[in-house]
């Protein structure tokens, strides 16, 4: 009996020691050191090449100097051990730029040899996800890349936001009745699939707008509920809500529905237009 007890009471333990090890510690990155042979002369390469500001060496120790990334991270140089460091470009310490064209024209005009992945000169590598990336060295031998994340993700946002005010001017073209400026929103080709569950395209878009400016219950107003867009390099997914009143001559809501629009965006020479779309009640 003693036994089982004793077993039992490891098996918990056991299972305690678990629970804490995936809870109790959370490991971030804090820094990156290197091991330098002038650290005045790496200092100086980090703050002219790369723009790092220089802060507090709170070590306080003589021979050691650092720098900080634009996330808060931090780059320590020290020179005070004096082994001997071979790497080779597989260890690199990879900074996204914002503006990347104009960091590589940056270390171009500073004389500074790059590189792509495979050691070709000269030359900015292209990743299979489209990222592009610059392979150099500095004084100590040590590689960096630089890449396009950040502008990818800058791109990105601005994309969203261009949708985004595409849907908005949307709005505003059905409650101006401007069938004109809505119908260049749209691609010859579109389909969908609207609230009536009758599947349309093109030739009868405005065919729920014709029955909109019909109802003369009063006066409409519209209010749009931002919720997702998904970027798929030229074609765009939103998602938002809309929600449609219309109210008397004494401002009381008369009428109102609330739905939920789909709307696929496809980049084309003619700009941004709406591919297909779904509409349904809330």
């Known amino acids: 009996m003693k036994k089982i007890n004793l077993s039992l009471i490891v098996i918990l333990f056991s299972t305690l020691l678990q629970a804490q090890d995936s809870t109790a510690f959370k490991a971030a990155f804090d820094h990156l050191a290197l091991s330098v042979k002038d650290v005045n002369r790496s200092a100086e390469f980090y703050k002219t090449v790369l723009l790092l500001p220089e802060i507090t060496n709170r070590s ?3 021979g050691i100097r650092w720098v900080t990334l634009s996330d808060g991270r931090e780059l320590h140089l020290i020179s005070v051990i004096k082994e001997n460091v071979s790497t080779n470009k597989a260890v690199h310490m990879g900074l996204s730029m914002l503006h990347f064209d104009d960091f590589v024209k940056r270390i171009i005009a500073l004389k ?3 590189s792509d992945w495979t050691g070709k000169a000269n030359t900015v590598n292209i990743r299979a996800d489209g990222i ?3 392979y150099f060295q500095d004084p100590d031998g040590y590689w960096i890349e630089v890449n396009s994340v950040n502008d990818a993700a800058a791109n ?8 985004w005010q595409l849907e908005e001017n949307y709005w505003k073209y059905v409650k101006g009745k401007d069938l004109e400026a809505y119908l260049t929103l749209w691609d010859e080709n579109f389909i969908g699939y609207p609230g009536n569950n009758i599947i349309t395209n093109k030739d009868h878009i405005t065919d729920w707008l014709t029955e909109l400016y019909k109802d003369k ?3 409409y107003n519209y209010e749009l509920t931002r919720k997702a867009e998904n970027v798929f390099d030229d074609i765009v997914i939103a998602l938002y809500d809309v929600t449609q009143t219309w109210t008397n001559e004494k401002g009381m809501v008369v009428k109102r529905t609330n739905s939920k629009i789909t709307h696929t965006w496809k980049k084309t020479g003619k700009g941004w ?3 297909g779309g779904m509409g349904a009640s809330k």
């Not at 990105?156 to 949708?163: G, L």
């Open 60 to 62: 306080k120790i003589e």
């Open 112 to 114: 500074i040899p790059f």
């Open 132 to 134: 592009k990336q610059v």
């Open 156 to 163: 990105m946002e601005q994309i969203k936001n261009e949708i």
């Open 217 to 219: 219950t009063g006066a």
């Open 273 to 275: 237009l709406i591919i």
